[in-house]
């Protein structure tokens, strides 16, 4: 992993804790519906990482598996900053 992937990473992980209580270090394949993040906390990470990273999730992005895991969303973000 380089530097920036893993600052990606600390950030997601920062946002996410806002949402799952009791989660300080998620592991980046954990599934956030099995730590209790519900759909419209779902809705709420994605509003919350668009305004992170200071970017536009289009539509065809917007999907559950998208935001399954810490990963994935790295790996989200990673796509549409290019």
């Not at 992937?5 to 946002?15: E, F, G, K, L, W």
């Not at 980046?28 to 536009?56: K, W």
């Not at 999730?57 to 990673?78: D, H, Q």
Request: hydrophobic share 45%.
């Amino acid at each position: 992993m380089d530097v920036l992937t893993v600052q990606s990473i600390d950030r997601i992980n920062a946002i996410v804790a806002q949402f799952i209580k009791n989660a300080s270090q998620i592991p980046p394949h954990q599934d956030l519906q099995e730590l209790g993040m519900t759909s419209m906390e779902m809705v709420n990470l994605m509003l919350s990482i668009e305004a992170e990273f200071d970017l536009t999730i289009p539509s065809s992005k917007l999907v559950p598996a998208n935001f399954r895991t810490i990963g994935n969303i790295e790996a989200l973000v990673r796509d549409l900053d290019h």
